[in-house]
């Protein structure tokens, strides 16, 4: 069995996760962690538990040392990636719903207005934080749209969603669960006030998230006040770190295969492929955690009920049994089935709003900029859970 731990990495996994888990596939991949838990790191193992109903996501047990009664607990188990039916089902439908593929083309002319916006403030720039200056900036406005926060109140959205994740970490510090039971606190402070709004002037029921929400389905049960206030902080979270991560990463991915960039720009139809591979490559989520709620055999060990399960994405999207030189970043990679997006019963609701800002972001930047280059050292976000860059300085030119 190797020695490796979530809670305390080696000193190198932040910068380069890949080898160490390439060890843990090759040689333990259902290693087991201090706490009695498992980390799988092969692809089939991690497709299969996604896939069994005897792996529950609800983590009233699990979270109940790391968060005490806190908001944050509040929060957590409430939000319905971390819930089982019935509270799972009710939420999700009402969510999907105001996700069809009709309602993503119509969300796409705005995402394309606004790119078009940011690529005439950076050429004008020539230097910026790829990070702050255009990848945050889109998913902000798409998931400030799909729950039609007013643009002045958009602020401080990004700094509450980065609190209350953090708290997600395997070994989150006291002062980031200070920080992350604030942001609930001063999260739900401000949803009262725009839920009140919305209940006095509603929405359109078939494309505003916190208007289906707070109606719920037509003829079925409405959610608590707990439940609503929760699961819009939960959708206001899900799009935002993640998509900007995706187009963060993204471009890192670009600027470090120069060969694969040039090919984009020649072949611009390969860009939604380019993005899969993007998510196969550093996927913005690396965990996901399940609970068994009865034994299940994995890689030829019986796991007991009970049995925590943390999934590592980054390791199943890199399995060579599944991936042919997984750590190739192919921009014409097909197929791609990666697990980035998670499978199953919780698998991503967004993830086509998530590639289509990813394609419409890569394919505007590349047409508008023949000359994109690293600016200084990129500095990573150093979590486990979450993959991405804090600033990524860049350099633009349009000869
Ligand atoms: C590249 C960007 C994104 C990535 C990598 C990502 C990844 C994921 C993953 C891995 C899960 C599954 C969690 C689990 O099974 O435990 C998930 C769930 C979810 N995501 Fe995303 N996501 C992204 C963008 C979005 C966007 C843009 C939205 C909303 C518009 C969204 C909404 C959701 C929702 C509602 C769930 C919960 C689904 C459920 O529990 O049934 N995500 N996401």
Known sequence: MLDFELTRPPADFIDNPYPHYARLRERDPVHAMEGGGVLLTRYDDALAVYRDARASSDKKIEFKPKFGDSPLYEHHTTSLVFSDPPLHTRVRRLITG?????AIARMESDVAA???????????????????E????????VIGNLLDVPRAERGPLRGWSLAILSGLEPAPTPEMLERGNRAVREFIAYLEILIGERRRKPGDYESDVLTRLIQGEKDGERLTESELCHNCIFMLNAGHETTTNLIGNG???????????????AEAALVPSAVEEMLRCEGPIQLNNRRLTAPMALGGKDLPAGTSITIAIGAANRDPAQFPDPDRFDAARDPNRHVAFGQGAHACSGMNVARMEGRVAFSRLLARFPRIELAGAPERDRRVRFRGFRRLPVRVGER
């Open 98 to 102: 105001a996700l069809s593929q009709r």
């Open 114 to 132: 606004l790119v078009t916006k940011l690529l005439d403030r950076i050429a004008e720039k020539r230097e910026i934080d790829f990070i702050e």
């Open 134 to 141: 255009f990848a945050a900036q889109i998913p902000i406005e």
């Open 251 to 265: 471009m890192w991915l670009l600027l470090a295969h120069p060969a694969e960039m040039a090919r984009l720009r």
